[in-house]
């Protein structure tokens, strides 16, 4: 999974339009300290234990149903959250003609949150690295056909009650990751995407 952000028309943050980000791009999230606030971090979560930061690779999505057992996702879980903007995503969907990238959005909903946990670390400068990661869960009826994943998009009434690190309610807190239940949107996008390098507003524009 990778997703796009254009903040052009927004508050949230003066920054150029991003539409193709991957693991270890730099983009805005959502923390809260008393206000909410952005801040920027880098895709693809870090430990504070980690002797490479290479090894955030590997940890761009957490598992909904493991963040709680997993060492390096159940102390985010409990007491660093945030949340993604995005304007969409792209996944994959395997064909006979071959993997052709999908970019996915929601109706009427110039931008969404996606759930994820952040962490922050010192590489061995001992320069403090913000991290953070996307929480994963099963497909819902509109992402089964294109993928066995895909982000939890939160509600918006759950943004605060996600970001609240001063409440900790596991129950309800892993109730919101669950399928998202509205109605989505999907187009045929270039292959193009499959190079990260590559960015610009073609790259959502549907084939």
């Not at 430990?47 to 159940?74: H, L, V």
């Not at 913000?130 to 994963?136: L, M, N, R």
Request: hydrophobic content about 40%.
């Amino acid at each position: 999974m990778r997703f796009e952000l254009e903040m052009s028309n927004r508050n949230l943050m003066d920054m150029d339009a991003c539409y193709n980000i991957g693991p270890g791009f730099t983009v805005p999230v959502v923390v809260k300290h008393s206000p909410n606030h952005i801040e920027m971090m880098r895709w693809g979560l870090i430990p504070p234990w980690a002797k490479d930061i290479k090894i955030g690779f590997k940890m761009a999505n957490a598992r909904s149903e493991t963040i709680t057992e997993k060492p390096s996702f159940k102390g985010p879980f409990k007491r660093q959250r945030c949340v993604i903007p995005a304007n969409g995503f792209f996944e994959w969907k395997e064909t006979a003609q071959g993997r052709i990238p999908q970019f996915i959005t929601i109706p009427d909903t110039p931008t969404f949150g996606m759930a994820g946990l952040y962490e922050i670390a010192r590489d061995g400068e001992g320069k403090e690295i913000k991290s953070f990661t996307i929480i994963t869960c099963p497909p819902n009826r509109f992402m089964a056909s294109i993928h066995n994943r895909m982000p939890v998009i939160l509600q918006e009434r759950d943004y605060e009650p996600w970001l609240d690190t001063k409440r900790f309610d596991d129950l309800r807190l892993l109730a919101m990751l669950q399928p998202y239940e509205g109605e989505m949107k999907r187009v045929s996008v270039s292959t193009r995407v499959n190079n990260i390098a590559n960015q610009g507003k073609e790259l959502i524009y549907p084939v």
